[in-house]
């Protein structure tokens, strides 16, 4: 359907290639090209250094929007979705105030400043589409995702919003 009308298919994923079968589900989708970071070379990796950093799967994308005048990107982070058990944040200035268990607190702002992180990439991706005229998007998401796509809309980029879920959030 979108090779008929001009566009080029990606996937970008930060995680290894042989996680889950995505191979085999990309040739029934008709993907043109995955994109698998974790294998490429010099790519940056995340402050715990477990998976390509935010601002490498937001390189890719901007990289592919300069090369392609119609694309389609289903691109998958991992730094919002792995466990948040590292101790690289500790010592950010973003915090958790409430009173909680130390192992609770140290897993919520671990996760916080993993969002942060993910909001500066993301942000960067925005700011790339405002200059290029790129004035569109199809997010496709959770519930996270969705309040996103609210705030982009809010800052006039239209935005389509398409529910997902893996874990019935």
């Given at each position: ?30 993907i043109d090209r995955p994109i698998w970071l974790y ?28 090369n392609h005048r119609r694309f389609f990107v289903f ?20 915090d958790v105030r409430d009173p909680m268990s130390e ?67």
């Amino acid at each position: 359907f979108l090779r008929e009308r001009g566009y080029t298919t990606f996937t970008v994923h930060a995680d290894p290639s042989y996680m889950y079968s995505r191979w085999q589900v990309y040739q029934y989708l008709h993907i043109d090209r995955p994109i698998w970071l974790y294998e490429q070379r010099g790519v940056p990796f995340d402050i715990a250094l477990r998976f390509p950093a935010d601002r490498a799967l937001v390189d890719a994308i901007i990289d592919i929007s300069q090369n392609h005048r119609r694309f389609f990107v289903f691109a998958f982070p991992n730094s919002t979705h792995t466990p948040y058990d590292y101790d690289q944040y500790l010592d950010s200035d973003l915090d958790v105030r409430d009173p909680m268990s130390e192992p609770a607190r140290k897993e919520l702002k671990t996760y916080v400043n993993a969002l942060r992180t993910a909001d500066r990439a993301l942000g960067k991706l925005l700011d790339h589409f405002r200059r290029e005229g790129i004035d569109a998007l199809v997010a496709v998401g959770g519930d996270g995702t969705l309040t996103i796509d609210h705030e982009l809309h809010r800052n006039e980029l239209r935005v389509i919003g398409v529910p997902k879920t893996i874990d019935n959030d």
